[in-house]
C-alpha cells in the first residue's frame, strides 16, 4: 500500500515536471516564433517556425535529460546516439506539431488561430514524445 502510494507521488510529481517544462518549451518556442516575426515580418511561417522549434528543441533536451529521465553522461558515442534518437523523435513529433499550427493558419488566418494549432499540435507531439523517448531514448529501467 505504502509502495503504491509512493509511485503514484513519483509519478505526479514526473507528470508536473514534464508538463512544467513543456510549457517552458512551449513559451521558449512562441517568444522566439513572435521575435523572428517582428524582426523580419513575412508571410512565411518558415523561419520563425524554424527558429522556435530550435529554441524549443534544445531547451527541452536538457530538461528531459537531467529532470525526466535523471539519464548521466556514458560515453561520447551513447550520447550522440541519444540525441540523434531525440532529434529524430523530434522531427516525428514537429511534424505532428507544424500540421497543425498550419492548418489553423490556413483555415483561420489569425495570430489566435496559429499558435492555438501549435499548441494543441504540441501537446499530442509532447505526449508521443515522453513514449518513444522513456523507451528508445533515455531507456529507463521500466520501460
Known sequence: MARQSLERSISAGLATRYLAFAMLSTAAN??????????????????????????????????D????????????GDEMLKVALYGLFSVLTTLIFWGFEIA????????????????????IGYISKYALDRKFVFKTEEA
Open 30 to 63: 512562441f517568444t522566439v516564433q513572435a521575435a523572428v516575426m517582428q524582426v523580419a515580418p513575412s508571410p512565411n511561417l518558415m523561419p520563425s517556425m524554424l527558429a522556435g522549434t530550435a529554441a524549443g528543441f534544445g531547451l527541452k533536451y536538457v530538461l
Open 65 to 76: 535529460k537531467k529532470w525526466i529521465f535523471f539519464d548521466g553522461y556514458t560515453s561520447h
Open 104 to 123: 489553423f493558419w490556413t483555415v483561420w488566418k489569425t495570430d489566435l488561430a496559429k499558435y492555438t494549432g501549435g499548441a494543441l499540435g504540441l501537446a
